[in-house]
C-alpha cells in the first residue's frame, strides 16, 4: 500500500525560509513515478507548485520559479520541498501527491493526474 506523509510545515515571517518534507512508503520513487506538491488556500482550488518527472526533469509553478526547489531523497526515499523567500501568498495547506500509473494526457498541474495524496503539511507566511 503507497502512503504519502507530509511534515515540515509551520509558521514564517515573510521573506523566511521552510522546507516540508513527504516520506513514501510502499513504492520507490525514484522508479517510474511523476511527483509533486500542490497547495491549497482556504476558499481557492487546489494548485501545482512543483513536480519531478519519472524523467527526472522537474517544473515549477510561475509563482514560485526561483524560490522552490524540489528534490529527492532516494536513500530516505522522500520528496523534499525547499522554499525560500516566502511571501504571504504562498499560504496554504501543502500537500505531496504521486502519480504511479503514468497519466498521460494531464498537464503537471493538474490534480486529476495523481492517484496518491498526503494529508498535507500547513504553512502559514506572515506579512
Known amino acids: 500500500q503507497v502512503k504519502l506523509v507530509e511534515s515540515g510545515g509551520g509558521s514564517v515571517e515573510a521573506g523566511g525560509s521552510l522546507r516540508v518534507s513527504c516520506e513514501v512508503s510502499?513504492?520507490?520513487?525514484?522508479?517510474?513515478?511523476?511527483i509533486g506538491w500542490f497547495r491549497q488556500a482556504p476558499g481557492q482550488e487546489r494548485e501545482g507548485v512543483a513536480t519531478?518527472?519519472?524523467?527526472?526533469?522537474?517544473t515549477y509553478a510561475d509563482s514560485v520559479k526561483g524560490r522552490f526547489t524540489i528534490s529527492i531523497d532516494n536513500a530516505k526515499n522522500t520528496l523534499y520541498l525547499q522554499m525560500n523567500n516566502l511571501k504571504p501568498e504562498d499560504t496554504g495547506m501543502y500537500y505531496c501527491?504521486?502519480?504511479?500509473?503514468?497519466?498521460?494526457?494531464?498537464?503537471?498541474?493538474?490534480?486529476?493526474?495523481?492517484?496518491?495524496w498526503g494529508q498535507g503539511t500547513q504553512v502559514t507566511v506572515s506579512s
Open positions: 501527491a504521486a502519480d504511479l500509473r503514468g497519466s498521460y494526457g494531464y498537464t503537471w498541474y493538474s490534480p486529476l493526474r495523481y492517484e496518491y
Open positions: 510502499g513504492y520507490t520513487i525514484n522508479h517510474n513515478v511523476n
Open positions: 519531478i518527472e519519472r524523467n527526472g526533469r522537474t
